[in-house]
């Protein structure tokens, strides 16, 4: 069964502190996204990667960054949390076509 | 991208059949229509996509006239665990800065 795994469901921040998210898929999938949801916004793409080591900046990419290492391992790193990058992150992958696969989500709080 | 124009919210009654318009006039011609769904506390879940007429699956029917302006996402006999966010999306094959938008907000009352 399809799978994508975000390393945790609920975190809480200080501002200034470096946050890294997690996302592992198992489903040897090439490409991997980083969505934000916040209430009367709906999801807006942060960073996407189409494979190993390449990434893309989405719409809502400042204050951000990515890391792909390995297929199945997508990073998001707030280099500096701010208050107004308290969201739900959720990580999505995907191998052709249009079907993404997301996982549970990480509920963020910065304070 | 082709923008979509969706209702913000929908009340139905279980066991009606349900249906999601969503408006995109300037769908390109290689674009397709994609459907997802989203639970609270959740993320989307892919439920339907076409290209143009008719697409059924085990969970709903996608309705796509021909000008392609616009699709209809129909739910039969809906249940309380319907209640859901509906997105409507529109990109070609393979595209990767999809705009989900704030989708519709069924609720299904008892």
């Known amino acids: 069964d399809v799978k994508v795994t975000q390393s945790s469901r609920y975190l809480v921040k200080r501002t200034g502190e470096k946050v890294f998210l997690e996302c592992v898929q198992d489903?040897?999938?090439?490409?991997m996204f980083w969505y934000r949801q916040d209430p009367g916004l709906g999801l807006r793409l942060i960073y996407f990667s189409y494979d190993v080591k390449m990434k893309e900046k989405g719409d809502i990419p400042e204050g951000y960054s990515v890391s792909r290492e390995k297929k199945e391992r997508f990073s998001l790193i707030l280099e500096s949390a701010s208050t107004n990058q308290t969201s739900m992150y959720l990580c999505a992958s995907r191998k052709q076509g249009n079907e993404q696969f997301f996982g549970p989500g990480t509920r963020l709080t910065v304070l | 991208l082709a923008k979509t124009t969706q209702p913000i919210s929908m009340d139905s009654y279980e066991g009606q059949e349900v249906n999601i318009t969503c408006s995109h006039n300037n769908i390109a011609t290689n674009d397709y229509i994609t459907w997802y769904q989203q639970f609270p506390s959740q993320g989307p879940r892919f439920i339907i996509q076409g290209y143009k007429t008719k697409v059924t699956n085990e969970v709903a029917s996608l309705f796509i006239p021909a000008d392609r302006k616009s699709s209809t996402l129909s739910l039969p006999r809906v249940s309380l665990s319907d209640t859901a966010v509906y997105y409507c999306l529109v990109g070609g094959e393979g595209t990767y800065k999809y705009i989900f938008g704030t989708g519709t907000r069924l609720k299904v009352l008892a």
């Open positions: 489903m040897d999938h090439e490409n």
